[in-house]
């Protein structure tokens, strides 16, 4: 099952009348917009010895969508062929974030309110049709989990559509690699919704 069908099935028992084909149909294009950082934390200062370098891996964790488009997958993941990426607006929105006060030791969580806040925050007029991004909740390198909320936003209306919180097993080689393999592993859908 692709991950859009997985996020919107849980809705069909509320319109029964509805057919399986439709839930894979949007009112329009998806243009994913990429991961919002602003409410993540890197947990576990260990893992995350140079805090001021996370900038540039925040960009890397974005940018994976367009450098490995056949492993990152997004049209795949969301069982969508009619995708535009468009990282304009997270970048925006990462640009300029403290990420030495991003570190902490402490877990941390965010609501599903929250995530559906960050969302709307974003001006999303120029786009047709839905907008899907990662809001990051927390990179634990204590549990080696990578937590995200995926969610998606008609962008005309702003309203959310549907929003699942994921967490998955971190992993490889380096800094940029093991925080990706989170990522890499939800747009697989190998991991469980655990909203």
Same mark, same amino acid.
């Given at each position: ?12 028992? =509320? =319109? ?8 894979? %149909? @949007? &009112? ?7 991961? &919002? ?45 009619d995708v535009t990426i468009d990282l304009s607006y997270t970048y925006e929105k990462n640009e300029g974030l403290d990420t ?21 925050? /974003? ?15 927390? /990179?634990? $390198?204590? @549990? ?9 936003? &008609? ?6 559509? @549907?929003?699942?919180? /994921?967490?998955? $097993?971190?992993?490889? =080689? ?9 990522? /890499?592993?939800?747009?697989? @859908?190998?991991? %469980?919704?655990?909203?």
């Amino acid at each position: 099952m692709n991950l859009f069908c997985s996020l919107i099935l849980p809705f069909l028992a =509320f =319109f029964p009348g509805m057919e399986n084909e439709r839930l894979s %149909k @949007t &009112d329009g294009p998806v243009t994913w917009i990429g991961i &919002d950082y602003t409410q993540a934390k890197f947990v576990g200062a260990a893992g995350f010895t140079d805090p001021g370098d996370l900038p540039r891996f925040l960009l890397a964790w974005n940018d994976f969508v367009i450098t490995e488009p056949e492993k990152y997958d997004v049209k795949k993941a969301l069982g969508i062929s009619d995708v535009t990426i468009d990282l304009s607006y997270t970048y925006e929105k990462n640009e300029g974030l403290d990420t030495e006060a991003m570190v902490q030791e402490e877990d941390h969580k965010i609501t599903q309110e929250e995530a559906e806040t960050v969302a709307r925050s /974003y001006d999303l007029s120029q786009i047709q049709g839905t907008a899907a991004l990662l809001v990051a909740e927390c /990179y634990n $390198k204590k @549990t080696t989990k990578g937590s995200h909320w995926l969610v998606l936003i &008609d962008a005309q209306s702003s309203e959310i559509i @549907t929003a699942a919180h /994921y967490v998955e $097993k971190a992993g490889g =080689f380096g800094l940029r690699n093991y925080w990706a393999r989170t990522i /890499y592993e939800l747009l697989k @859908t190998k991991g %469980k919704s655990v909203q």
